[in-house]
């Protein structure tokens, strides 16, 4: 099976497998696939930049810019990239359009969007949606699959946890000011990086029992993560996903998150994490240390590498196999 993957590049992706600068949930995926015989990867030039010798940049076909802006206004995609007939599907992502079919295209068109939205145009025969609740939604034509970060394979326990940890954007459906008042409340340490927008977050930086980091590296992530007795994620807002919960639960730590969207599928309470259904951090915060973290790390296995390139192989097989009897 030959499968042609495009990224229009309206929000650039590293692709690196080894010498990942950025990490975006397009990437997670298209980085381990076009390892695959017969998957190619369409992307802007820019988004190959950082391959070293453990890629395989012949897979990856640059996407000029006009060649990207001509398909999003709607020019057929076998006439602007005649070889596209020598593929058995396309798959689009993370952008709102879907490939023209005025010409004689007779390809499944498959729109990995993951979040839903749009993902019910006509043109798309089918979609790689994140949540498996979406079925509901968008009947047959959905297809589940898994997207995460590189979980370790042997579990390690990590000692030393002290405090809270959150890394997201900070802005009112994030809702970070919910932990740090209570983190000043209760005496608990609370640590919080990422980005501010127009949110009067540092009202609650006593630098005594919360402490703001800034934007942070992957490195000082991982070790944050690692070494919190807690993960907060309190979103006010729909989650079709979240690679963070992901991550925290790797490493062994517990998620505090609210009640939205894919942490109701993810979250086992005081399995791998908690609900914020109370206004109680510090009955949370107590609880976490009583949690087994190998209960964590297993919850995260689920959507390790291996586990997710399996099954896009799974829904690529079986879209295959739909679309041809």
């Known amino acids: 099976m030959k499968i042609a993957y495009f990224d229009l590049g309206f929000s650039l992706e590293d692709y690196a497998i080894t010498n990942t600068k950025k990490y975006g949930g397009g990437a997670v995926?298209?980085?381990?696939?076009?390892?695959?015989?017969?998957?190619?990867?369409?992307a802007p030039e820019k988004?190959?930049?950082?391959?070293?010798?453990?890629?395989?940049?012949?897979?990856?076909?640059?996407?000029?810019?006009?060649?990207?802006?001509?398909?999003y206004?709607?020019?057929?995609?076998?006439?602007?990239?005649?070889?596209?007939?020598?593929?058995?599907?396309?798959?689009?992502?993370?952008?709102?359009?879907t490939f023209n079919r005025m010409s004689d295209l007779r390809k499944p068109i498959v729109?990995?969007?993951?979040?839903?939205?749009?993902?019910?145009?006509?043109?798309?025969?089918?979609?790689?949606?994140?949540?498996?609740?979406?079925?509901a939604e968008y009947g047959e034509k959905a297809k589940y699959v898994k997207i995460g970060?590189?979980?370790?394979?042997?579990?390690?326990?990590?000692?030393n946890r002290d405090g809270i940890f959150q890394c997201t954007q900070h802005s009112e459906p994030f809702n970070t000011i919910r932990v740090a008042k209570q983190c000043i409340e209760h005496n608990i340490k609370g640590y919080?990086?990422?980005?501010?927008?127009?949110?009067?977050?540092?009202?609650?930086?006593?630098?005594k029992n919360t402490f703001y980091l800034g934007l942070i590296s992957?490195?000082?992530?991982?070790?944050?993560?690692?070494?919190?007795v807690l993960y907060t994620l309190p979103l006010n807002t729909h989650v079709p996903f979240n690679l963070s919960a992901i991550e925290a639960n790797a490493f062994g730590t517990p998620i505090l998150a609210t009640r939205n969207g894919w942490f109701n599928e993810y979250i086992v309470e005081n399995k791998n994490g908690f609900?914020?259904?109370?206004?109680?951090?510090l009955k949370y915060y107590n609880q976490a240390k009583n949690i087994n973290q190998k209960d964590c790390w297993n919850a995260a296995k689920q959507f390790s590498s291996e586990e997710m390139v399996d099954s896009f192989i799974r829904a690529f097989t079986q879209i295959y196999y739909e679309w041809q009897y």
């Open 47 to 71: 988004a190959f930049e950082n391959f070293d010798q453990n890629d395989r940049k012949e897979n990856c076909f640059n996407l000029p810019q006009q060649v990207a802006q001509n398909l």
């Open 275 to 281: 609900f914020f259904d109370e206004d109680n951090l």
């Open 29 to 42: 995926v298209a980085r381990y696939l076009k390892q695959l015989n017969g998957f190619h990867l369409f």
């Open 218 to 228: 992957e490195e000082e992530k991982l070790l944050r993560t690692k070494n919190a």
């Open 192 to 207: 919080f990086a990422g980005p501010i927008h127009s949110y009067n977050l540092m009202d609650y930086i006593d630098n």
């Open 149 to 159: 970060k590189p979980v370790p394979k042997e579990f390690q326990e990590f000692n």
């Open 111 to 135: 729109h990995f969007c993951g979040f839903g939205g749009d993902a019910g145009h006509k043109h798309n025969d089918y979609i790689l949606l994140y949540r498996q609740s979406f079925k």
């Open 73 to 97: 206004q709607g020019a057929p995609i076998d006439l602007v990239i005649p070889q596209i007939k020598n593929y058995d599907m396309i798959i689009h992502a993370g952008v709102h359009f």
